[in-house]
């Protein structure tokens, strides 16, 4: 069951209302329903907003949480007057204490991009997408020299996952290239790394967790037993240690911690916010 129902009220998407409502909901031992409200961009839709919320609260006979990253002024004031959860304003904590201490107006747009279009920043995070998708997997060879991280481990070691975060939310060019068997009797990085090792960062994980993984994948193989994973673990830490390239385990990390450890390592010059 439910312990209250938490809404994220945006005039775009709402993932940053949502992203930090909930890393302050976190700290408390409750089960929320979640329920995201993006676009509301018109006093009409504002107005629905608040039907909504004060329904709920009298159903429920609590008050609803409403996190906010409104913009439009107009909007706002429709669901601070009618409103009968407990509204917690992001901008107003924040942005207006910022306004007076810097002296400058905030731009007060919508979203990270006002117009994604015409942005430099959103066409470099596509760009750095579409490069760390066609270099996944060890796919691609070529322009290797373009990339901000490249990225190695055994295969199921978090590589993929881990790229497409760092693409998308820094715009960072990330390779990632799976060690494998050949690699392991020839005891040396893949050829093809070996000239950018300064950008080379490694993924391992525990043999048993990886054995897990790989076995929801295909199930009683060889490749998922956990002789091999043990086997094929301790070559790829053995030669991480060889090549003197900095890497760290997966195996309880999130892929948010992952990322922050590797922008601490490798500190790429190009980074987009």
């Not at 409403?66 to 706002?76: G, Q, Y």
């Not at 004031?77 to 207006?96: E, R």
């Not at 107006?105 to 997408?129: M, N, P, T």
């Amino acid at each position: 069951m439910s312990d209250r129902t938490v809404f994220f009220i945006s005039d775009g998407t709402g993932i940053t209302a949502e992203t930090f409502g909930n890393a302050i909901l976190a700290q408390f031992e409750m089960q929320p329903r979640h329920v995201r409200l993006p676009f509301v961009d018109t006093v009409d839709k504002a107005h629905q907003v608040v039907r909504q919320i004060n329904h709920t609260a009298e159903v429920e006979g609590k008050k609803p949480i409403v996190f906010s990253t409104l913009v439009n002024m107009e909007v706002l004031k429709v669901i601070q007057a009618g409103c009968q959860g407990m509204l917690l304003d992001m901008f107003a904590t924040f942005v207006n204490p910022l306004e007076e201490e810097l002296g400058i107006k905030s731009h007060h747009r919508v979203g990270r991009f006002s117009d994604a279009s015409k942005s430099k920043a959103y066409h470099d995070r596509i760009e750095a997408i579409n490069f760390s998708l066609a270099h996944d997997d060890g796919q691609m060879n070529r322009d290797l020299e373009q990339s901000d991280v490249i990225l190695v481990g055994v295969s199921r070691s978090g590589k993929t996952p881990t790229s497409l975060y760092l693409a998308m939310q820094y715009g960072l060019k990330a390779s990632n290239y799976p060690l494998i068997p050949e690699d392991f009797d020839r005891h040396q990085l893949p050829p093809a790394l070996m000239p950018h090792k300064k950008k080379i960062f490694g993924l391992t994980i525990q043999a048993e967790r990886l054995s897990e993984i790989r076995n929801e994948r295909r199930p009683h193989s060889k490749y998922a037993s956990l002789e091999n994973c043990r086997h094929e673990v301790h070559e790829a830490e053995s030669m991480m240690r060889r090549s003197g390239i900095r890497w760290l385990s997966t195996t309880t990390k999130s892929i948010e911690e992952i990322a922050t450890t590797i922008l601490q390592e490798i500190r790429p010059e190009r980074l987009v916010y």
